[in-house]
């Protein structure tokens, strides 16, 4: 079945020292997005690739990176991870991001422990 | 600002519908209304989405109101499968973003 896959599912660092997270897709989609998902919140968009044009939200932190090397990957680095950056990670790709008519479908999400 | 706002949390029994309510009274013409629901430790999971016309799909319905500010979302018999946090959202027309409400816990009782 086409998916998008995160790995992996748990990811435990220290405060400070850079840790990346991966997604896949095998849907074939323009678009990738990474997301910010804290406890009883609804997920907060980070950033997203509209093919390889990066399209960075005005209140992410300089402390979150990505890069799509290629449609079917797309990383997440986050630089020097703080206590307030545990949460879970979800990725998401759609076929397009115009006109609002295009559903996103999610990976299973990374979950990010900060020591 | 757009923006959509939900009921914290609800409650049903198994095999009854259940009518899930969203207000969004600051809609665009161009913005339409998604719906995804979130099962506990997993991605949001799409459910369905409409622009102004009531749509019915294999999971569940959407009712539009005709002023467009609010909208329910129709699972017709729930199960306890069922039983997620469902997210209203504005998906705006002029661009890319997504505005997501706060979410209704939705509690299946057996």
């Known amino acids: 079945d086409a998916m998008v896959i995160q790995n992996p599912r748990y990811q435990v660092t220290q405060f400070g020292k850079p840790v990346t997270l991966s997604c896949s897709q095998t849907l074939n989609h323009n678009v990738m997005y990474w997301y910010q998902q804290k406890s009883s919140q609804a997920p907060k968009l980070l950033f997203h690739y509209y093919d390889k044009d990066f399209n960075n939200e005005a209140d992410t932190p300089d402390n979150f990176q990505s890069r799509r090397p290629n449609t079917s990957f797309c990383f997440l680095d986050i630089r020097s991870p703080g206590l307030g950056d545990a949460a879970m990670y979800l990725c998401?790709?759609?076929?397009?991001?115009?006109?609002?008519?295009?559903?996103?479908?999610f990976g299973p999400g990374t979950r990010l422990t900060v020591l | 600002d757009a923006k959509t706002t939900q009921p914290n949390s609800m409650e049903s029994n198994e095999e009854e519908p259940v009518h899930l309510p969203c207000n969004h009274s600051t809609i665009s013409g161009t913005d339409y209304i998604h719906w995804y629901r979130q099962l506990p430790s997993q991605g949001p999971e799409y459910v369905i989405h409409?622009?102004?016309?009531?749509v019915n799909n294999r999971m569940a319905s959407l009712a539009i109101a005709e002023d467009r500010k609010s909208s329910t979302l129709i699972l017709h018999r729930a199960t306890l499968r069922d039983a997620a946090v469902y997210y209203c959202?504005?998906?705006?027309?002029?661009?890319?973003?997504?505005?997501w409400g706060a979410g209704t816990k939705l509690i299946i009782k057996p």
């Open positions: 409409g622009l102004t016309s009531n």
């Open positions: 959202i504005l998906s705006l027309g002029s661009n890319y973003q997504l505005i």
């Open positions: 998401a790709t759609s076929r397009d991001r115009a006109g609002g008519r295009y559903e996103q479908f």
